[in-house]
């Protein structure tokens, strides 16, 4: 007699006793299930998530060529010398036959990726306009349960629109080159807003000051530091003047926990120069957070969100895969068509409809 084939239950039954063993295999397993949403994935992340919340995720972004993932390889090296384990999502660009990740990222950190304490993953953008993968959360969740420290999350270097980073992660690189271009970059509110620490990669080439003391000033202009000094009354002493730049600089140094000014941080990544001054500040970030009540804050935002993009997921899929919320719509096109009825009253009376199909618990 043939064994009936296993159920759904059984598989993530065995795929959890292995994710407990620490087998890397059933980690990756886990990543897969979670990042293509096959069935049980959402079982799987619920059975996960008491074991969430220890480790700290530390988003890298930037404009392509920064050298982003020579900076993340270095990282990596910082945090296993302190002998952390170090999971790292790298988003790459979609292929645009598979539908997959390109990998070139995953490709750059070759020297680390045979480290049994280190786990790369590259995810594909599919779609996704904030630099990020729609699945980068679920999948940091997984990497969080199985054990790992720390977290780096890459994106895929589109520029300003890598904005989704800075919900994701609990501390924020931006990185930038002394290039043309990128110090007005930047500037740019986007990246100013969502930057907890700035590093000017390959510091080594012309201009590499000059991009950071653009930043510095723009810091220093943000935070009032130009005037901090100046009287408020009859006048104004330009020898009272702070000049705004320098004053960002030492406020970054400052180890206060009520103010934090993103330090800028010049590295040649490819040398490793620099790299252990950024690990150090990105401790005191986390710190600063710690202390601020910010870590709780980032955190519970980023539960928040979660929420509802699963809300979001569970609306769709019960929506359009009902055939009488379709067949609804297809009945009520003619009369759009003909300008009796909009698609906003429509969507009104859709919802009113599709309220069985929504309030279904089955999957």
């Known amino acids: 007699m043939t064994a009936a084939p296993p159920t759904t239950a059984d598989r993530l039954a065995r795929l959890l006793a292995d994710f407990d063993a620490g087998k890397p295999a059933a980690l990756a397993r886990a990543v897969s299930m979670v990042e293509n949403q096959r069935d049980g994935f959402e079982q799987l992340l619920t059975t996960?998530?008491?074991?969430?919340?220890?480790?700290?995720?530390?988003?890298?972004?930037?404009?392509?060529?920064?050298?982003?993932?020579?900076?993340?390889?270095?990282?990596?090296?910082?945090?296993?010398?302190?002998?952390?384990?170090?999971?790292?999502?790298?988003?790459?660009?979609?292929?645009?036959?598979?539908?997959?990740?390109?990998?070139?990222?995953?490709?750059?950190?070759?020297?680390?990726?045979?480290?049994?304490?280190?786990?790369?993953?590259?995810?594909?953008?599919?779609?996704?306009?904030?630099g990020v993968s729609s699945a980068t959360r679920a999948v940091a969740d997984v990497l969080d349960a199985f054990g790992f420290d720390r977290i780096i999350i890459e994106t895929v270097g589109v520029g300003q629109s890598e904005l989704d980073i800075a919900r994701t992660a609990d501390s924020t690189i931006v990185v930038l080159v002394p290039e043309s271009g990128d110090s007005i970059q930047a500037l740019k509110a986007g990246l100013m807003e969502i930057a907890d620490l700035f590093v000017v990669n390959k510091a080594d080439r012309p201009g590499a000051e000059r991009v950071r003391n653009d930043i510095e000033l723009m810091l220093g202009m943000r935070g009032g530091h130009a005037l901090e000094a100046a009287p408020g009354h009859h006048g104004l002493d330009l020898k009272t003047l702070t000049n705004p730049g320098k004053a960002a600089r030492e406020a970054a140094r400052r180890d206060?926990?009520?103010?934090?000014?993103?330090?800028?941080?010049?590295?040649?990544?490819?040398?490793?120069?620099?790299?252990?001054?950024?690990?150090?500040?990105?401790?005191?970030?986390?710190?600063?957070?710690?202390?601020?009540?910010?870590?709780?804050?980032?955190?519970?935002?980023?539960?928040?969100?979660?929420?509802?993009?699963?809300?979001?997921?569970?609306?769709?899929r019960r929506l359009w895969n009902d055939s009488q919320v379709l067949a609804f719509i297809d009945s009520v096109l003619p009369r759009i068509e003909r300008g009796e009825v909009s698609p906003y009253g429509i969507a009104d009376e859709l919802l009113i409809k599709g309220a069985p199909a929504i309030a279904r618990t089955s999957s």
Not at 256 to 263: K, Q, R, Y
Not at 291 to 314: I, K
Request: positive net charge.
């Open 48 to 130: 996960l998530h008491p074991r969430v919340g220890r480790a700290r995720r530390i988003g890298v972004t930037g404009p392509p060529g920064a050298g982003k993932s020579t900076l993340s390889t270095r990282l990596v090296n910082e945090y296993r010398a302190a002998g952390l384990r170090v999971g790292v999502i790298a988003v790459d660009p979609t292929s645009p036959f598979t539908g997959g990740a390109l990998l070139g990222d995953r490709v750059r950190m070759e020297s680390v990726a045979l480290d049994p304490g280190v786990f790369i993953r590259s995810l594909a953008t599919r779609g996704s306009l904030g």
């Open 256 to 316: 206060g926990a009520e103010s934090w000014t993103p330090p800028v941080v010049l590295t040649v990544a490819h040398k490793g120069d620099g790299t252990p001054e950024l690990a150090v500040l990105l401790d005191r970030h986390h710190h600063y957070l710690e202390a601020g009540g910010g870590l709780r804050e980032r955190r519970l935002r980023r539960l928040r969100e979660q929420v509802m993009d699963v809300a979001e997921y569970r609306l769709r």
